[in-house]
């Protein structure tokens, strides 16, 4: 089986999670700088979501132009030996463990939230519990799930979609998806509180995976033709861009306001999906000088799954103990230490858990790949 491996996307997805971490950091001062780093944190996730669908739909294109049908079975156990393990060990954790040891622990959140309600965390519906009673779990980590929820509903609509549409069709569902979306987030208002939770389901999301759908399509269909297009570009325009994007993600507020039933919040989610889209197509080129080389962010990348899964945990434990200990976290000191103990604590369990538990399972993901087709998993 030929292995084909976009660079440097591994590394951004850790950049993507890192804004995700800095969000959940709480802060009890005056940070400006640190302030920056946090504020809109999840923007995070829809660069996760952008990525998804440029890969998934790479995958499934390739498979549906080169081999003529995608292997429905086969796709569908590639992508529950990545999440299902490690996603129902730790649902399954919290399930079991004491309230009385959660309550102590930090694993409720300090801020409240509903009780635990296995129907919607052991079936991937967690997300439309948080819509429907506009709140968060309180059990950690699941205040974070909604996203992987969102990623499982994201496969099965693709899948069907690319399964059942002629190749001829994939180009106008993914921008049909667009519309939807657009459409879900001028409805769902209407539908749901919206105080609390917002924009939790595939529909009001869908534009993000579509966009980058689009390139995986684009991709899939003519890579030669894509890569060479990119190429022709001024590197230092690329650099521009990439200097564009970080400045716009680091000042959100300004570039990017969401106040909630404007004009603006209902194409926010677009206008965000189409620069994360342009980002990542700097990157498809193989002999592109735009590269991230560092093999500690791209291995921190390849365990960004588990980082985002065990994250919360430590920010949650850890803070619990500052609460208990009358630790303030409104200095630079205490801040510093924070972030230490947290963030490394959490690759340090992330790398076990990629390495004897994760590991093992994606193993088996070997057999469950077609030959002779370029694959690029997430």
Known sequence: MKKFHFHSLD?????????????????????PVFGLLKSGGGIGVCFFFVLSGFLITYLLSHEKLHVGQI???????RRTLRIWPLYFLVVLVVFMLPYGFKESSGLHMVGGGYNFDWRYSFTFFENYKMLLVDNFPKTTPLSVFWSLCIEEHFYIVWLIGLFLLPSKYIFRFLSGCFVVAIAA??????????????????FTNMDYFASGGL????????YEAVAGFIQKIYAWVKYLVILLVIIVVIFQSYFLPNVQGSFFSYIRPTVISVMFTILLSLFIPKDSRIRINSKVLNYLGTISFGLYVYHLIFVHMVFQYCIHHKILIDNWITLSTYILITLGGTIGVSMVSYHFFEKPFLSLREKWTLKKVAVAES
Not at 71 to 77: A, C, R, T
Not at 185 to 202: G, K, M, S, T
Not at 215 to 222: E, F, I, M, T
């Open 11 to 31: 590394a951004l997805r850790f950049f993507a999670f890192l804004k995700v971490y800095f969000l959940h950091v709480p802060v009890q001062g005056n940070f």
């Open 215 to 222: 390139l995986g399509y684009l991709v899939a269909r003519d």
């Open 71 to 77: 292997d429905f079975k086969k796709f569908l156990i």
């Open 185 to 202: 987030r001028l409805i769902e208002p209407h539908l749901f509180a919206y105080q609390v939770i917002d924009a939790n389901d595939l």
